[in-house]
C-alpha cells in the first residue's frame, strides 16, 4: 500500500471575537483562557506537534498579541525567576518555550471575521499543493494516541480529507457540523453528505464534526469560491461539502476525551474534570465539592456535577 506524504503543517483559526465570553474576551483572546493552568491554545500546539506537524499557522485577528507572546520567551520573566532561584517555574517556563523549538509557528492576519472557512482560507498560500492539517483550539481532545495523528494516519492510508466526529444524541447537535456517511472500515466512514448547524429537528445523522480537519488541495480551490452560509458566515463544512462526489472525504470516529471548551457550561465543566485528574487538586476538590453538593440548593445526587 502506498502512502499519501506525511502532514506536516497544521492551521489554528484564532481570529474570532469570542462574543461567548464576554467580558473575559473583551481585551483578551478566548483560545487563552485557562484550563487549570494552562492556555486552551496549548493543548492544541501540543497535539500537533506529538502529531508530527513541523509547521503550525496561527490564523489571528486583532487583540490576539497575547497568542504571540505566550509562544515567545519571556527573558524578564526567566531573570526574575532565575535571580530567586525558582527552578520549579523555570521549568515550566521552558516546557512552553520549547514547543517553538519543536514546531515553527507563523502568524497571518484574518482581517474580517467572515468565518471558519475564511480563516482557514486566509493562510491557503501558505500550504498551496500540500494537505494540511486544522485545529480548533476551542476543542480540546485529549488521550493515548493524540487525536490529529489519527486523522493523519486515516488520511495517509485513504489519500481522503478527514473529519473527526463523535456520535452525540440528536437533541445535542445541532450547534455542530453533522456528517451523512455510507460505508464504513472499521472507525473510518465514507462522508456522502454534510450540513452546518443543522435547523433542529432536521439532523441527518447524530455525526457531529469536531475541531480536527486534514484537508486536501480540492478543499482549498472551494474556499475561494464557497458563498456565506449558515451564520451569514463563509464555512468550512460547505467547501468541503463541494468536494463531495470529486474527491474522496471521510469521517474518522476518534478515541480520546472530547472537551468542548467553546460555551461556558463547557469551559466550566472542562476545568472541572481536568482539575480533578490533578494530583494535589482533586484532593482539594473533593471535599469542597462535596460541601457544595450537600449545600447547594436543589442539588440531589452526585450526579448532578
Ligand atoms: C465549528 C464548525 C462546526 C463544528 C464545530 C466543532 O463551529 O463550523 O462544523 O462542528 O466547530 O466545534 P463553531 O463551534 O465555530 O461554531
Redesign the pocket.
Known amino acids: 500500500m502506498t502512502l499519501a506524504p506525511a502532514v506536516r503543517k497544521a492551521i489554528f483559526p484564532a481570529a474570532g471575537l469570542g462574543t461567548r465570553f464576554l467580558p473575559v474576551t473583551k481585551a483578551q483572546p478566548k483560545e487563552m483562557l485557562p484550563l487549570v493552568d494552562k492556555p486552551t491554545i496549548q493543548y492544541g500546539v501540543e497535539e500537533a506537534i506529538a502529531s508530527g506537524i513541523e509547521q503550525v499557522i496561527m490564523v489571528t485577528g486583532g487583540g490576539k498579541r497575547a497568542i504571540v507572546d505566550h509562544f515567545d520567551r519571556s527573558l524578564e520573566l526567566e531573570h526574575y525567576l532565575e535571580e530567586r532561584g525558582k527552578s520549579d517555574l523555570l521549568h515550566i517556563l521552558s516546557e512552553v518555550d520549547d514547543l517553538s523549538n519543536q514546531v515553527d509557528i507563523l502568524y497571518i492576519q484574518q482581517k474580517e471575521p467572515l468565518g ?1 472557512g475564511h480563516a482557514v482560507w486566509t493562510a491557503r498560500r501558505l500550504v498551496e499543493g500540500e494537505a494540511c492539517a486544522v485545529l ?1 483550539a ?2 480540546v481532545i485529549l488521550g493515548e494516541e493524540p487525536c490529529l495523528k489519527q486523522l493523519i494516519d486515516a488520511h495517509r492510508k485513504t489519500g481522503a480529507s478527514v473529519i473527526a466526529v463523535r456520535r452525540f444524541p440528536r437533541s445535542e447537535i445541532a ?3 453533522v456528517v451523512v456517511t455510507n460505508g464504513s472500515n472499521g472507525r473510518i466512514h465514507e462522508v456522502t453528505d454534510m450540513v ?2 443543522p435547523e433542529p429537528g432536521t439532523e441527518p445523522s447524530d455525526l ?4 480536527r480537519y486534514i484537508l486536501a488541495p480540492p478543499v482549498f480551490e472551494e474556499l475561494d469560491r464557497v458563498e456565506p452560509g449558515s451564520g451569514k458566515e463563509i ?3 460547505d467547501a468541503i461539502h463541494r468536494v463531495l462526489g470529486q474527491h474522496p472525504v471521510v469521517a474518522l470516529e476518534f478515541e480520546g476525551d472530547y472537551y ?1 471548551t ?1 460555551t461556558v457550561p463547557g469551559y466550566l465543566r472542562a476545568n472541572l474534570m481536568l482539575a480533578m485528574k490533578r494530583e494535589g487538586l482533586r484532593e482539594e476538590l473533593i471535599p469542597l465539592l462535596q460541601e457544595l453538593l450537600e449545600t447547594s440548593p436543589g442539588s440531589r445526587s452526585r450526579r448532578a456535577l
Open positions: 471558519l480548533l476551542d476543542d450547534r455542530y457540523g452546518e448547524k457531529a464534526i469536531l475541531g464555512q468550512l463544512t468542548d467553546g
